[in-house]
């Protein structure tokens, strides 16, 4: 097992304008994939929450770089992996909207915190049964 294995690196951002649940949609795109294809699939993907989320991957892409860089260690981007990527609700803004009779709607106003974790693509034992 080679130094490559222990390098995981994460970046998240928090209170994203978007709301949890679209911006999960677009998470499920990309979790397991290469880092690099997914880079590329939310290039292309034309949800609005796919910008956030390609920022997010590109920092922890970025992050391992730099950890492998400390650490002396090889590092090729095309190796990463999304090992894990998930958005967790933030706090929401409350809003008022003036209605018919002099009542108030309330709107809500989502946030979201984004993380995504890559790490390089496990190695696979050859045939040792």
């Known amino acids: 097992m ?12 928090r209170h994203v304008r978007v709301t949890p ?6 998470v499920d795109l990309i ?8 880079v590329n699939v ?22 391992a770089r730099v950890k492998a860089d400390a650490t002396a260690t ?4 095309r190796e990463l992996v999304v090992a894990e990527a998930f958005v967790d609700e933030g706090p929401t803004m409350k809003r008022f909207r003036p209605r018919a009779q002099g009542r ?3 709107i809500n106003k989502r946030t979201s915190h984004i993380t995504v974790v890559v790490a390089p693509k496990p190695e696979k034992n050859g045939g040792t049964r």
């Open 74 to 77: 090889r590092f090729d981007e």
């Open 31 to 38: 979790r397991g994939k290469g880092a690099a294809d997914a």
């Open 42 to 63: 939310l290039k292309f993907s034309p949800q609005s929450a796919s910008e956030p989320v390609r920022k997010v991957l590109e920092s922890a892409i970025a992050n």
């Open 104 to 106: 108030a709607g309330r």
């Open 21 to 26: 649940m679209k911006a999960r949609r677009v």
């Open 2 to 13: 080679s130094d490559t294995t222990t390098i995981e690196s994460r970046a998240i951002a």
